[in-house]
Structure formats: structure tokens, C-alpha cells
């Protein structure tokens, strides 16, 4: 194919793709399914792989740029970002009513919309391409955040028509995604996140986009705020426009012609609103016709057209009888506060994670404390304080374990976190979580060996640690129920593929605490062979870019622990690799080559002389006999050098053997 058609083919994805983002992001009327577009997206990359002359800016494959330099530059908006005003009750928005009324007179049209309690941003496309997006600031000046904003699914790179066209709307983080990444950070031991929004706002100011690109935001506009060579009169008319070039908008409801069937209308949306799939903390009233927004005007802070009115969030009161402490994954004890169940937001609540002992101790929570809780974005019941005045003198302060409540294992505070860990490494309360983190496919990948099958090994006893998968046998499996001869084969043949996984993934499977895939690779990279990073001190591991302080002192401690070492001997013993290979140095330039090695090199360790030797298709034995390429000879040679030379093998000295391998 020439680079002329490779062109129309290009540009014919990547208007299908935008075509069928625009009805998922913006109809809410997908027309294929997931896996028709991820093939569409594959031979786009396949396409612009072959032909990376043809990449554009607002292909759909470019949504995830460069790190940031450090911080966002600033950007002037060239109108003010103003602030809505609020109305926290019902006589304030008749107060707003009254006014309108009294300079614009009672044929007034109000739109009400929901108030998403997000991060405001200004978003500006240059003949129908993305070209900057900017935070609220100041309302005159604010960061340029545009290099993480490319990375939202839902606000397309590219229009359906080539506008110039600014527009205001509200970055957010849907229910769920808040749930999955609080739950995802509690796991790590990372501090959570209190509301949606902090949640939102934080994964928008990332400096790493791909971080941003992860979180699944979301976002509507709320406003057109000006486009090039076309007049419309209401805000309606503006919203539809945006709607029908691509731009997806605040969900709007029906319109409202008196003070009294807004407050009907917000009122409903205040008892349904946990019925929504993103959190509000109120309804924005604003007026549809524009001329009649021109005769209002604005203050220095906020437009005298619109108005913000704002809910109440739904709290009850209860009494805690309890604290208990959890054990995740990652060992994290977590105390949970028990109290009296109570009814809030539709279900009722009864439990609530009160974090670590910090939040506890900054709160002042004890049993048999009454307390005031909520739910964090309508989901999460968080206790949002105690009523001390109700306090009767025989309220008890709570204080965490100094051993894992699981497995009696001493539970330590690592300097830098709030969070205390069991250092049990086969607690049952972790177990499960290891096993299945160390199968995942982000880690070992053994692909069949699921959340189920592991279960049911843990409880017919089959494994007791991650080691024990590799001693798996096939009577083993097979008597367990629904799994028969040719499931038992799947697995095992999935677990013997797994061993040659490499180092990288090996170290981030252990599952070390603060140790993500990320690390694992700068790990494996600079140590070439698991002995080396377990002999690593604090020192060492400090002064490698991108490992923190954080990230040493969890390595250490791992690998302080006997039991972790013994794991990783057993993993070794089963044949599971140990040493880091780049797809570079598959040459297998040595393919067939057998070497011994005898003697201490100056310069490499054993560990990672066996590592350059099998990373290149060779292979390393303890004897020297007939079928021996070539030894290689350090200081203090013994009988194998001996033995070597009475064969007629060639003997290497450590200059030569880097000469060798190249």
C-alpha cells in the first residue's frame, strides 16, 4: 500500500471511530460493540505504525502525550471564568426569582440543569481541533491543562464540523470509577479520596497524563461560550448546537416558567439524585434567553442570571458499639467503625471504614461515641463527626493492634504512611488477594487461573502460598469439583508458560507494598537478577531514578523477612525465571552454547553472569564434561578450570567473556 492510500484508509478509521465515540459519549446509543471498536482502534495503530509520517494531533490514538516539565503553565481566559452564586434554601432562590423579575418582568424562561460537583474547565477548539483547555483559576487566569484533558474519552479531539468554538463545562468522576480507585488505594495503603471531586480534581492536575487517563473522568459542558459564524439566541439552541457537532452536554431538564415549578423540580431531583451514575450537590437555574442575560449583566464574581442551589447532604445520627480491624491484600490493617444501622441515601448503613489511626485520633472517634455520618458522593458512609456534647464519660479510646488480628504476625507502621501492615507473609486474610494478584495478567499472567479456582485451591488446602501454584500435579486439580482433565492441562500448561514471565513481572507479582509494575521495570532493569535486588540495601536502592524513599524502605523490609526469601528460593527451585531479558537481546546469539562458570569475577556476580548468558539463549551448568562450550575462569579457579583444560575446552577469562557475549 503507498503512503496515498494508506491516507484515505487512515482518515476513513479514524472518522468511523470519532462517528462511533460521539454515539457512545454523546447519544448514549452505541452502534457496535466494545469489541468492534477496539479492532477498529487496533488497525488504526497497526496503520499508523506502518506509516508514522501520517499521525495527526487529533487522531484518536494520540490522547496520552509526554510527562508534564513539572508544573502547568499559566493561560488567561479571554472571558472570565465567574462563579455561580448559591442559594442554600428555598427563600434564596426566591430572592434570585424577585430580581430577575423585578429588572426583566415575569416572561422569563428558566432551564434547570444539574449542578456536578466536579472541576470546572474551559475547553477552546481552533477550526473544529482541540487546541488548549484551561482550570477556572482565579476566573481570569488559570492553568493549561490540556495535555490531560486529551486523555477524557468523552470530549472528542476532533468536532464533526470545523468550528472555533469555546465551551465551559465540568470535569467529574463517575460513582463507580470513585469506588474502584478508593478501593484500589485503600488496597495499596494510599490515602483515599473524601468526595468525588477531590478525586476528579486530583487526577486532573496529574503531571503524568497517563495517571489521568486511568481514572475513567468523565465530562458535560455547561456553557457555549462563544463560537465563530454563528448566532443563536438561547441557551437551549447553544446546547443542541454543541450536541449535534460532537460535544457532549449537561443532561437538561424541563423548562420552568415560575419560581415554584423550579423548587418542584429541584425538590425531585433532591430525593433521586443517588439514582444518578455521577455525584450533584445541587441544581444550577439559569436563564435560556440570551438578550435577557445581556440586560443582567454580572458582578466582578458572578453572572446575575444564573444561580446555583445547592442540596444538603443526607446525614443521620448513630452510635458506634464498635471498632474492628480488617486485614487487605497488601496487609493493611483497617479499623472500621460498627454502629447502630441507620437509613441514609436509599440502603441501609451500618458499617463504616474509618481509614487508619490518624483519621481516628484527628476525629476524635471512641466507642460508644454518637456520631453523624454521611455517604462520600452518595456511596461510600464515611462518619463525618462525633457529637461530643452527648458524650456520657464512659466512651472507650480505641488503639490499633501492634499484632495482624488474622494471623498474630507483628503489624509495623512504615515511617512514611499513615498505614499499618501485618508482616505475615501466608496471612490468611492476604492470601486469596496475593494469589490472584500473583496470577493476574498485569503480573505472572496465568491465564484460567481466576479468582474461583483460586479459592477453591485455599480451601482444599492445595496452596499455602504463591509458591505452592508451581507444585500444583494434575491429580491435584482434577479432583476438585468442575474441573476436569482438560481444565487441569489448561492450568498447568498456563503456569509452566508463566515461568518465563521474566523479572519484572516476577517482582511486581510479589505483591511488595508501594512496588508497581512501573518500578518492577526500573528494578529488574538496573539489577538484571532477583539475588541482586533481595542483597540491595536502603542505600543502593535510594539512588535509582524513580524508586523513592518510600519504595526502598518497602523493598527492604520485604526482603528483611526470611520467609519472603525462602518464597522466592521455591520459585526459583520450580523453574520460574529470575533474571530480567530484554526483547533486544533475544538474539540468541549463544543459542546452543553450554557454559560453567568457576572462580569470582571482578565485575559481575554469579547471579548476573548467568543472567547475560541465558538472556542471549545460552545455557549455564555446574559440570564441566565433553558437551561444555567454554568456562569461564575468575580469581581462585578450582578443579573445574583443571578439568577444562584436560578436556581441550576453551577457557575465558572475565575480558574475554565480555568480548563474547557482546
Not at 472507650?396 to 507483628?410: D, H, L, R, T, Y
Not at 496465568?446 to 492445595?462: M, R, W, Y
Request: aromatic share 6%.
Amino acid at each position: 500500500m503507498d503512503t496515498g492510500k494508506a491516507k484515505v484508509e487512515l482518515d476513513e478509521l479514524k472518522n468511523n471511530i470519532r462517528q462511533h465515540d460521539y454515539r457512545y459519549y454523546v447519544l448514549d446509543d452505541p452502534a457496535i460493540t466494545d469489541e468492534e471498536y477496539d479492532d477498529l482502534m487496533k488497525r488504526l495503530i497497526n496503520l499508523e505504525n506502518r506509516y508514522p509520517e501520517l499521525i495527526s494531533i487529533d487522531s484518536p490514538t494520540q490522547r496520552v502525550g509526554g510527562i508534564s516539565s513539572g508544573r502547568f503553565k499559566s493561560a488567561e481566559h479571554t472571558v472570565p471564568m465567574l462563579s455561580l452564586t448559591n442559594a442554600m434554601n428555598e427563600t434564596d432562590l426566591r430572592d434570585f426569582d424577585r430580581r430577575i423579575r423585578s429588572i426583566i418582568g415575569d416572561s422569563i424562561q428558566y432551564i434547570t440543569e444539574f449542578k456536578i460537583d466536579g472541576l470546572s474547565v474551559a475547553i477552546l477548539y481552533q477550526d473544529g481541533i482541540l487546541s488548549r483547555a484551561t482550570t477556572r483559576g482565579d476566573g481570569h487566569v488559570g492553568e493549561d491543562i490540556t495535555i490531560n484533558v486529551r486523555t477524557i474519552r468523552s470530549i472528542p479531539l476532533k468536532l464533526n464540523k470545523p468550528y472555533t468554538i469555546e465551551v465551559r463545562g465540568e470535569v467529574f468522576m463517575p460513582k463507580e470509577a470513585f469506588a474502584t480507585l478508593n478501593e484500589q488505594r485503600e488496597n495499596e495503603g494510599l490515602p483515599i479520596f473524601a468526595n468525588p471531586r477531590n478525586a476528579a480534581s486530583g487526577s486532573l492536575r496529574q503531571l503524568d497524563p497517563t495517571v489521568t487517563a486511568s481514572r475513567m473522568l468523565d465530562f458535560y459542558v455547561f456553557n457555549v461560550q462563544s463560537v465563530k459564524d454563528v448566532t443563536l439566541t438561547s441557551h437551549a439552541d447553544y446546547m443542541n448546537f454543541a450536541r449535534e457537532i460532537g460535544i457532549k452536554t449537561v443532561p437538561s431538564l424541563d423548562m420552568s416558567y415560575s419560581v415554584d415549578q423550579t423548587l418542584e423540580l429541584c425538590d425531585a431531583w433532591k430525593e433521586k439524585r443517588r439514582l444518578l451514575p455521577f455525584d450533584i450537590d445541587g441544581m444550577v437555574i439559569k436563564l435560556n434567553d440570551l438578550s435577557q442575560r445581556e440586560v443582567l449583566g454580572a458582578t466582578n464574581k458572578s453572572p446575575r442570571w444564573a444561580i446555583a442551589y445547592k442540596f444538603q447532604a443526607e446525614r443521620a445520627e448513630t452510635v458506634i458499639f464498635d471498632i474492628v480491624v480488617q486485614v487487605g491484600r497488601t496487609g493493611v490493617l483497617t479499623p472500621t467503625a460498627v454502629f447502630e444501622p441507620v437509613h441514609l441515601g436509599g440502603s441501609v448503613v451500618s458499617r463504616a471504614s474509618l481509614h487508619n489511626a490518624d483519621i481516628i485520633r484527628q476525629k476524635d472517634i471512641r466507642i460508644g461515641d454518637h456520631i453523624r455520618v454521611q455517604k462520600a458522593g452518595d456511596i461510600i458512609p464515611e462518619v463525618v463527626e462525633v457529637i461530643k456534647d452527648a458524650r456520657k464519660g464512659n466512651e472507650k479510646e480505641f488503639i490499633m493492634p501492634s499484632n495482624c488480628p488474622v494471623c498474630g504476625a507483628k503489624a509495623i507502621k512504615i515511617e512514611s504512611e499513615s498505614a499499618i501492615r501485618c508482616t505475615g507473609n501466608a496471612c490468611p486474610a492476604q492470601l486469596l488477594r496475593r494469589v490472584i494478584h500473583f496470577a493476574s495478567r498485569e503480573a505472572m499472567n496465568i491465564e484460567g487461573l481466576g479468582p474461583a479456582i483460586i479459592d477453591q485451591f485455599l480451601v482444599n488446602g492445595l496452596i499455602q502460598d504463591i509458591a505452592d501454584i508451581y507444585y500444583l500435579r494434575h491429580e491435584d486439580i482434577t479432583r476438585l469439583d468442575r474441573l476436569g482433565e482438560k481444565s487441569a492441562n489448561n492450568i498447568l500448561n498456563a503456569i509452566n508458560e508463566s515461568k518465563t514471565a521474566g523479572l519484572s513481572k516476577l517482582i511486581f507479582a510479589l505483591g511488595i507494598h508501594l512496588v508497581g509494575s512501573k518500578a518492577a521495570q526500573t528494578l529488574a532493569k538496573h539489577y538484571g537478577h532477583i539475588k541482586n535486588l533481595i542483597n540491595a540495601d536502603y542505600m543502593d536502592l535510594g539512588q535509582i531514578e524513580g524508586i523513592g524513599s518510600g519504595i526502598a524502605e518497602s523493598i527492604v523490609a520485604y526482603f528483611d523477612d526470611e520467609r519472603n526469601i525462602s518464597l522466592v528460593k521455591r520459585l526459583e527451585d520450580a523453574g520460574v525465571e529470575m533474571y530480567y531479558q530484554k526483547e533486544t537481546q533475544k538474539n540468541n546469539r549463544l543459542e546452543g552454547k553450554i557454559f560453567v562458570l568457576t572462580g569470582t569475577l571482578s565485575n559481575h556476580t554469579r547471579e548476573q553472569a548467568i543472567w547475560l548468558i541465558e538472556s542471549r539463549g545460552g545455557k549455564v551448568t555446574n559440570s564441566v564434561t565433553k558437551k561444555t562450550s567454554f568456562v569461564v575462569a575468575g580469581e581462585n579457579a578450582g578443579s573445574k578450570l583443571n578439568k577444562a583444560q584436560d578436556l581441550n575446552i576453551t577457557i575465558l577469562s572475565e575480558m574475554e567473556f565480555v568480548a563474547l557475549i557482546g
